[in-house]
């Protein structure tokens, strides 16, 4: 354990105690929100980021040492165990090294060595391979034996040469140079299989591309290995086959002599046959994996962004999911959020029907003394925006929403317990006008894979996209926090230390007995104990509660402590919650202890000074450009402002009110050189655009935001978030550079 520690905290870069403390914390039941927020003394101030690379690392070397176990325990059994053997099988850092010297010993199917070991060539091979000076057809004379089915010379020197390709291709040593070479100097080749060249158009690109395996972005290697999958081209994988043989007869041919030819025959079949197929599937897997890290990576920044947006507030909202000839369903909802009221209108069905929607949209806007219009950005969004714009509605806020998920929210259970007696539509309207309202609370009821961000999340592994999520929604409830009062059991089940059970019994005590009025009222909560009610409590927030520290994020086991520096300024917690001066006043020095240090102290402060408040930006109201409402109405050198929708490694996709986004490439996105479209843009950002190119036919849109950048167009840093996005050094079990310098260190 303690070398794992100190592995972890290499690696990190961050000390030991640091490590031990969050691990320990950790195997406690301590989720990463609680541990980065509410223990910084014993983590060192270590934020979300980091304590979940120290869960990530731990629990990977965990997973190590499980099979470092079984594989002695095999070895064991079959008697094939060495001090030798051990002492490799206990030094290996890497499941992929601890995999190579498990190999030969591994049970494996019957191949052609198997074979040939049954009919007893394993010495003539281990002759030829020692590279003796031996006549090796005198040799292998001595094992022909017909009842063995050895029944000629060249026959058995065939089996020894079997023998020897797979010795060489199970060589540990053998395996991560070829795997060093495969990495650093293979190259992906990728070709449009014959008569598929306009049915798989999608990958033009890809027709005739080569690209080396290191340098190779995630985005490219996803898209060619769905391509490959959906039978549009034939991709190999693969280093100069000579450099490969000639590595290969470098650490095995010892001499020039007869033994030495037939080990070069070997050589080249067993790197043919079994090496280059072995070898090629594992760099797949290696660079899908890294591909997928990347790709996930992408996905879970920019579903933290959108999550993060800027909410409306407690406003009276009119949604509309818009339709042309099935209406627009518009309804509106009180300042919770309560369906209030549903209709239909037809406003694009001809000149009555637009009447009649006009008339329909000021009855419910006046009824409802609506103060914001959300009108769903898909099929017939601007054409309504234009329609609800002209109707001149007094102090109307009339904004595009982001209506990507709203469909898979209307269907699902959730949707369906909230709303029993409606249909689906309505259902997406109430979606779309929450989520106007308050984003993140909206969002969490939707599976994240289906709000339409991030990069080919469908090609990448589930399970690992589904915990990256996971993460980044538990880190923006949390941050955020959670009126307490008001909660769905959806963003409940995300609150650090609860989950959906939880939750669901949150909700039914607040059913039965009421508005919480304090915090540790949770206490009565079913099968929430004392442990849930720690990492919890500081996370949910009750407004007009008793104690005005249950407002603030503020733990409750400080409470004691805030309540002694009020006594000792002779004034109220309340009083020192609204008086600034008081507050500058404490000498925040005299109150460390040897569980509550200066970090602690000055989130107190912080959180006394502004209770309750809401981390995210201020809302501002957008529009797109009267006039421009499809893609034909665009013109090379327009200037138009737009929203960011969506973050890739490649650029950024831009929504300009037009029904398709277009795309600002990352050598478009500012006059500097970036890396990474993050380092300027965040989803949802406000931006204005010049489009360079338009293809209709190919429904592609370029843009640009070189030559006008100005500040809004720039990424505003969210200070206020604890939460930084995942940009650290991956960790060495994923990383393919830091895997290729382990490598060549270990084997120069």
């Known amino acids: 354990m303690t070398a794992h520690l100190k592995k972890i905290a290499a690696e990190l870069s961050i000390a030991e105690k640091q490590v031990s403390a969050t691990v320990g914390l950790l195997d406690e039941g301590a989720t990463v929100p609680f541990i980065s927020r509410y223990r910084k003394e014993l983590t060192g101030s270590l934020d979300e980021v980091e304590v979940a690379a120290v869960r990530d690392r731990i629990q990977q070397l965990r997973e190590l040492d499980k099979r470092r176990e079984a594989i002695l325990k095999s070895l064991t059994e079959m008697g094939k165990l060495t001090p030798e053997l051990e002492a490799k099988i206990n030094a290996a850092e890497t499941m992929v090294l601890l995999e190579d010297i498990y190999l030969p010993y591994r049970p494996k199917r019957k191949t052609r060595a198997t074979t040939a070991r049954e009919k007893g060539l394993q010495p003539l091979a281990d002759t030829i391979l020692e590279q003796m000076r031996v006549d090796v057809q005198l040799e292998a004379e001595k094992y022909v034996d017909a009842d063995k089915g050895v029944s000629t010379a060249e026959e058995a020197l065939a089996g020894a040469r079997d023998i020897i390709a797979e010795t060489i291709s199970e060589d540990a040593d053998t395996r991560a140079k070829m795997r060093a070479l495969f990495i650093e100097k293979g190259t992906f080749q990728s070709k449009v299989i014959t008569g598929k060249e306009q049915e798989g158009i999608k990958y033009k690109d890809y027709f005739d591309w080569t690209e080396p395996v290191r340098t190779a972005p995630s985005h490219r290697v996803l898209a060619m290995r769905r391509g490959e999958k959906e039978e549009f081209l034939w991709l190999d994988i693969q280093p100069d086959e000579d450099e490969a043989i000639a590595l290969l007869e470098k650490q095995f041919i010892k001499g020039n002599n007869q033994s030495a030819g037939q080990v070069r025959i070997a050589i080249a079949d067993g790197y043919k046959r079994l090496l280059k197929p072995g070898m090629e599937t594992e760099v797949r897997l290696f660079t899908k994996k890294a591909a997928d890290e990347e790709a996930i990576r992408v996905f879970a920044e920019n579903a933290r962004q959108l999550l993060l947006s800027a909410p409306l507030g407690q406003k009276r909202v009119m949604a509309i999911d818009p339709g042309f000839r099935t209406g627009c369903k518009v309804v509106c909802l009180d300042e919770q959020g309560k369906l209030l009221e549903n209709a239909t209108i037809y406003p694009h069905t001809g000149a009555g029907g637009t009447v009649q929607a006009g008339k329909d949209i000021q009855h419910l806007y006046d009824k409802y003394n609506i103060q914001a219009i959300a009108i769903g950005n898909g099929t017939a969004g601007r054409e309504t925006e234009v329609f609800v714009r002209g109707l001149a509605l007094a102090g109307a806020t009339v904004v595009m929403v982001n209506e990507s998920g709203a469909s898979i929210y209307s269907a699902s259970d959730v949707a369906r317990e909230e709303f029993p007696d409606k249909d689906v539509t309505v259902r997406g309207a109430v979606s779309i006008g929450r989520r106007l309202m308050d984003p993140l609370a909206e969002l969490v009821k939707i599976d994240p894979k289906s709000i339409g961000v991030g990069q080919y999340q469908h090609d990448v592994d589930q399970n690992k996209l589904q915990t990256s999520l996971d993460d980044t929604v538990i880190s923006c409830v949390n941050a955020v926090g959670v009126e307490l009062n008001t909660a769905s059991k959806q963003i409940l089940s995300y609150i650090s230390g609860l989950g959906p059970q939880l939750a669901q019994n949150i909700v039914e005590y607040r059913d039965q007995n009421g508005a919480f009025k304090r915090r540790d009222q949770l206490r009565k909560v079913a099968r929430l104990g004392d442990k849930a009610y720690e990492q919890a409590a500081g996370f949910l927030r009750i407004r007009d509660a008793e104690n005005p520290l249950d407002t603030s994020a503020v733990h409750p086991e400080r409470y004691t402590l805030v309540e002694q520096m009020a006594k000792d300024l002779n004034c109220s917690v309340k009083q020192l919650m609204t008086d600034d001066k008081l507050r500058k006043s404490i000498p925040l020095q005299k109150y460390v202890s040897a569980t509550v240090g200066l970090p602690t102290l000055n989130d107190i402060m912080a959180e006394l000074a502004k209770p309750g408040r809401d981390p995210r930006e201020q809302f501002e109201a957008f529009s ?49 050189f970036i890396k990474d479209p993050n380092e300027v843009l965040k989803v949802h950002q406000k931006v204005e655009v010049t489009v360079t190119e338009v293809d209709v036919n190919r429904k592609r849109i370029s843009l640009s935001m070189k030559g006008d950048e100005k500040p809004q167009a720039l990424r505003k840093t969210v200070e206020r978030f604890p939460v930084k996005p995942k940009q650290q050094t991956p960790l060495p079990e994923t990383d393919i550079a830091v895997k290729l310098a382990a490598l060549k260190n270990k084997f120069k």
């Open 624 to 672: 797109f450009t009267d006039g421009i409402n499809a893609i034909g109405d665009l013109k090379v050198g327009m200037k138009l402002p737009g929203i960011v929708t969506n973050i890739t490694n490649f650029g950024a996709f831009v929504d300009i009110g037009v029904h398709q986004d277009g795309l600002v490439h990352l050598s478009q996105i500012t006059n500097r």
